[in-house]
């Protein structure tokens, strides 16, 4: 019993080794330059959107405040992942000391959780300037916009620094290899030798209120739009609705889909494979394709980064 629990204490000092979707692949240098060029446009897209907002007077607004702070998540999010993903594959090394598997695992932890409410703020940020046109500028000032991102981000660590401690002091006496890209909770759970039901348990409820919570205030919030959207009469006024909420509803579908896939369903319903495909699409896709869904489809955005174009080239001749 003694001796079983000091290999356990002394394996839990040993490195993990990353077991991701490279080795599995038939054309692994084609997947890292792929994931390569999704990384940069993903890093350039959301930081032009940051740029763009915080340098353009007319986009100072509180929807825009709030978009510039998820693509500030998003270029986080993607940078705790890919770049250490990538750095193995070119150096030919898949290995991950414990401090730096906990630090990744808190890092996504608190990204994570830190956009699960951001994307419930900007639900709400949409109700009042809609429902409550008349007072948006008092209801949203500043100071309650600051607030509410603060708060977003306290929350998000809160979740990073409930997980993370936990997972990482359990015995690891299994296999050193971490089915994923990166360190996961439920890929390092998975090599515990002690049982974790009632961890298990645990994170669930916690992932549950962390996703039910920001999930009934985005609801309400969009309850609230429609029904305010039919009663209007002006055409247009709808159409501006519509387009600016259909921007939100897709990323939260989005997001929120991924999330509940890999923190709420059964493990039965879970393999390596799949858990690394949803896992690919919410830390790496997502945050390429959120900056496209509010510059694409936003008239300011679009007509402010032509505009900024326009002003430079003159310059330049």
């Known amino acids: 019993m003694d001796n079983s629990t000091s290999v356990a204490n002394h394996t839990g000092q040993m490195d993990f080794i990353l077991v991701g979707f490279f080795l599995q692949s038939k054309h692994p240098a084609l997947l890292c330059a792929v994931i390569f060029v999704i990384f940069l446009m993903a890093l350039s897209g959301n930081s032009i959107l940051i740029l763009l907002i915080h340098s353009t007077s007319h986009l100072h607004t509180p929807m825009y405040f709030f978009i510039s702070q998820l693509s500030l998540m998003d270029v986080m999010y993607i940078s705790v992942t890919v770049p250490k993903m990538l750095m193995d594959q070119v150096v030919g090394m898949n290995k991950i000391s414990a401090p730096e598997c906990g630090m990744q695992m808190f890092l996504y932890l608190t990204l994570g959780g830190s956009e699960f409410f951001l994307l419930a703020a900007m639900a709400y940020d949409r109700y009042v300037a809609i429902c409550h046109p008349l007072h948006y500028s008092i209801l949203m000032n500043h100071k309650v916009c600051l607030l509410l991102v603060s708060g977003c981000w306290f929350l998000g660590s809160v979740d990073g620094f409930m997980l993370t401690p936990i ?3 359990f015995p690891f006496c299994r296999s050193r290899e971490i089915h994923h890209f990166f360190c996961e909770v439920p890929a390092v759970m998975k090599l515990s030798c002690s049982d974790t039901s009632l961890y298990e348990t645990l994170m669930y409820i916690c992932c549950v209120l962390m ?3 920001p999930v009934m205030i985005i609801s309400s919030s969009y309850y609230f739009i429609l029904l305010t959207i039919h009663r209007m009469n002006s055409a247009e006024g709808q ?4 387009t600016t ?4 509803m897709t990323v939260v579908i989005l997001f929120y889909g ?3 896939y890999t923190y709420m369903l059964p493990s039965s319903y879970h393999t390596p494979e799949k858990d690394m495909v949803v896992s690919v699409f919410y830390t790496i896709l997502t945050p390429l394709i959120n900056p496209l869904i509010y510059s ?8 402010a980064l032509s505009k900024m174009f326009n002003v430079e080239s003159p310059r330049k001749l």
């Open 296 to 303: 694409l489809r936003n008239k300011d955005v679009t007509g």
């Open 258 to 260: 991924a999330a509940i």
């Open 167 to 169: 997972t990482m002091t």
């Open 245 to 248: 909420c259909s921007s939100h």
């Open 211 to 213: 996703l039910l919570i």
């Open 239 to 242: 159409k501006k609705a519509f």
